[in-house]
């Protein structure tokens, strides 16, 4: 066997030569995948027999690009030739000593081959497609609510820009030139479905712009004078695919940014995404060679280069990635990491987006980058009016607008908007099925006073149960009916509410979204929303949910015992009344029985499914409807836990409305009312004394009703026209000092005819007792076994919590065919 020859190469374009060993008896197909072999991995995508070798002799010198179809003279002192005979053997035209200091072989790409490692030749290929000039890239969101005024971003934005426990766009920008991970975290909208993510990430960039222009800084503001944004997107058209997967998350966020910046155009005429992310080598392509091109585009377009530049980059639906290719998202999130880091121009601001379930933690896990999480606040009711003064729809070609005095006075359309909870997607679409409703009146008139007749027609309980079944259609409520966990106050429809007198917090449900959750539930038998059913069963009084509901919570988030004070969470107790606890049963085992006969004037009593009930007193996992006609509507047993033993706690509600069912008149819920349900509690006083007589009775009032959604009001007192902050602490501090024993003792105190003389001023004169119209209020009597003697002399001297208690939930009834309050 002969000696091996070194041969110099240099592929056609570059400027850095690279020698290959080879026996001079091998052949020229030997030598291509011999060169292939040596320039891994920038000829990994090719074939070996794809390449085009040309034989010359060009003395070699450092760093000058070697072109083959611009060799000068000199270079051509001896005309290439074409090592085109894959047989023939390398000593034929190299003989066993090529010359030394010389470039021996032009190696050539096949023609139409990118260079995914040069900037020139992806310029140039990207070219070819590129969207026609002023024509937009395709937008994130083009739905219906697209043109909506963008409500609710201002904390979004203040968190990306200010930062939070990390750094914002403002301090990375003033360290641009530091590449530190813990100076460049990586933002990200992580929220529930429907949330706004993707129109927040479609708006950021100007709304990035506007907040630079407010600052003094003159560096910011022509910094982002210079701005540019691509949206990327992993969903709808550009959806992810095996080839995200099988190139690797660097190339395909890569290709994606090429595509966003180049190609996508909003009328959806571009070549695919899938089209490049096929691309043969495709994989060798980089973030940071993707910025080259780019950065090198925007200088060609007349760019100021004096000045930073800026490029806003927001990155869709990340979980679509994650849920096909966890492993490639890690890689995405790190090639986004990089751009983070760079300290060269352009300056990056990548935003990550997407839906979760779960800890946003378990999505980017394997990342070792920060992450800046923004919030994303629900609508308030004002918003939902606001987008609604706003709307334009148009019917025959004319344009119409929600009157001021609907808008604003049309009891209705406040309440649905109030059920759908400030989702911006379910917002969205309660007003185009509203519009599509309005469209199919006869006669749309012009003047506002018919035009607000004309909107009242419209079929609001039509537009909600016709977004009930939309929402239902789009949002897999099934999956979700499974676990409970803690959100924070930007993630879906879950608001986080603190409580002031706790360190808890309040979960708040729209109703529209819990009637959705709860239908979900229904054939699944172990989910905890199973206990919520009778919140939209039309056939049952909420209240008797509510009890188990409650009980059922408590149990499911790991409680075995709580205070009165957390049970009846919203009554006021005396200072001087027993701290009790009682136990909670296992949430599996509570249920609601509705009896036929009287209790506790029957000692066996039967329940609608024909079950015999004997022990109701030793029941501790069972919440009773009582028997028509009952002095008690119902009531509850639990173990009464103190320090010494374990006692029972009977609990007998009463059910009283403020609008019968069957009436249209309402009847204020005043002392008279109680007066009469607490002599029906004596009845049961009598009954229970004699079969018990070591129990001892404390007596109380709360009311299950709450109006608004936003109130945190320490009792229903801060609801009544012209009480405000002022008067509303006046009475509670006064109930502390001393209970009000009637009416007129209330009257007789000192701010009541400063309180009616406000209500006269502003046209309303109330009964002071009265609560909200269509309330329901709740009465409670305990009776417990109580051997301590100080304890029994507190329970009797005390009112159990007579002041109203806050709602739990709104007092609705209804299905999934979506009926209103």
Request: with cysteine; hydrophobic share 35%; glycine share 6%.
């Amino acid at each position: 066997m002969t000696g091996e020859i070194t041969i110099f190469c240099i592929i056609d374009g570059e400027s850095t030569a690279f020698p290959v060993r080879i026996p001079p008896t091998k052949t020229v197909d030997e030598l291509k995948k011999a060169i292939k072999k040596e320039y891994e991995p920038d000829l990994d995508y090719l074939s070996a027999k794809k390449l085009n070798l040309y034989y010359l002799s060009i003395p070699s010198a450092p760093k000058r690009q070697i072109m083959l179809n611009y060799l000068t003279i000199e270079e051509r002192s001896k005309e290439p030739e074409e090592l085109d005979d894959a047989t023939s053997e390398i000593s034929e035209f190299f003989g066993t000593a090529p010359p030394k200091k010389t470039i021996n072989v032009i190696v050539q790409r096949p023609l139409g081959a990118v260079i995914w490692t040069n900037t020139s030749s992806i310029l140039a290929l990207v070219k070819q497609y590129e969207r026609l000039i002023g024509t937009k890239q395709a937008p994130l969101v083009t739905s219906f609510g697209s043109e909506f005024p963008l409500c609710r971003r201002e904390e979004t934005l203040d968190v990306l820009w200010n930062g939070s426990c990390y750094n914002g766009v403002f301090e990375r920008f003033k360290n641009r030139k530091k590449s530190d991970k813990g100076l460049n975290p990586i933002p990200l909208l992580a929220c529930g479905p429907g949330t706004g993510k993707s129109r927040s990430l479609q708006e950021i960039g100007g709304m990035l712009r506007e907040k630079a222009n407010s600052y003094g800084d003159q560096s910011i503001k022509s910094a982002f004078s210079n701005m540019v944004s691509i949206n990327i997107c992993y969903g709808n058209g550009t959806a992810v695919s095996q080839f995200d997967n099988k190139i690797g998350g660097d190339a395909s966020i890569a290709v994606r940014l090429l595509y966003g910046y180049f190609i996508s155009n909003k009328d959806s005429d571009s070549k695919p995404v899938d089209f490049f992310l096929q691309k043969e080598g495709i994989n060798l392509l980089s973030v940071s060679r993707a910025m080259e091109v780019i950065h090198a585009d925007i200088i060609r377009r007349g760019t100021p280069t004096n000045n930073p530049i800026v490029l806003v980059i927001s990155i869709d639906e990340v979980n679509h990635l994650h849920n096909a290719y966890p492993g490639t998202l890690r890689e995405v999130a790190n090639a986004i990491g990089k751009l983070s880091l760079r300290t060269i121009e352009p300056f990056c601001i990548p935003i990550m987006a997407g839906t979760i379930q779960g800890p946003i933690e378990e999505m980017l896990m394997g990342s070792t980058y920060r992450i800046l999480h923004l919030p994303l606040p629900l609508l308030t009711d004002d918003d939902v009016i606001e987008i609604g003064r706003r709307l334009p729809p148009t019917i025959d070609g004319k344009a119409l607008h929600l009157t001021e005095d609907y808008l604003k006075h049309d009891i209705l359309l406040h309440r649905s908007i109030a059920d759908i909870g400030g989702v911006p997607r379910a917002v969205e679409h309660f007003y185009e099925h509203f519009v599509n409703r309005l469209k199919k009146l006869k006669k749309i008139p012009d003047k506002d006073e018919k035009l607000t007749e004309c909107l009242r027609n419209v079929d609001i309980m039509a537009v909600m149960q016709s977004l009930a079944v939309r929402l239902d259609t789009l949002y897999p409520f099934g999956n979700y009916v499974e676990f409970m966990t803690p959100v924070v106050e930007w993630q879906g429809p879950f608001l986080l509410e603190r409580a002031e007198e706790h360190d808890i917090y309040h979960i708040r449900i729209p109703y529209l979204w819990l009637v959705l959750l709860i239908s979900a539930s229904y054939s699944q038998s172990e989910s905890p929303l199973k206990y919520w059913t009778a919140f939209i069963d039309p056939k049952q009084d909420v209240s008797w949910a509510g009890w188990a509901l409650r009980l059922c919570l408590f149990s499911y988030l790991g409680k075995q015992t709580v205070s009165l004070q957390e049970l009846f969470a919203g009554a006021e107790f005396d200072p001087e009344f027993p701290e009790f606890k009682v136990e909670i049963p296992e949430h599996r085992n509570v249920t609601v029985h509705q009896l036929l006969e009287m209790s506790p004037n029957h000692e066996i009593a039967k329940d609608v499914d024909g079950k015999e009930h004997t022990n109701f007193l030793q029941e501790f996992h069972k919440i009773f409807v009582n028997g028509k006609g009952a002095p008690a509507d119902g009531y509850m047993q639990l173990r009464l836990q103190n320090r010494r033993d374990i006692a029972s706690l009977c609990l007998f509600c009463q059910m009283e409305w403020a609008e019968e069912k069957d009436s249209k008149t309402s009847s204020p819920i005043n002392q008279k009312t109680i007066e009469k349900e607490i002599e029906k509690i004596a009845e049961v006083n009598e009954v229970l004394k004699k079969r018990c007589p070591s129990l001892e009775c404390a007596f109380g009032i709360f009311s299950n009703r709450q109006i608004a959604p936003k109130a945190n009001l320490r009792s229903h007192t801060f609801m009544m026209p012209a009480v405000g902050e002022k008067i509303c602490k006046e009475i509670v501090s006064e109930r502390k000092k001393r209970r009000f024993e009637d009416e007129d003792d209330f009257k007789k105190r000192p701010w009541f005819n400063f309180l009616m003389g406000r209500a006269a001023r502003v046209g309303t004169l109330i009964d002071p007792m009265t609560p909200t119209e269509g309330a329901a209020s709740l009465f409670l009597q305990a009776h417990a076994h109580i051997h301590d003697p100080a304890q029994q002399a507190r329970l009797r001297n005390n009112h159990f919590g007579d002041s109203l208690m806050k709602a739990c939930c709104s007092n609705h009834s209804s299905s999934l065919n979506y009926t209103t309050r």
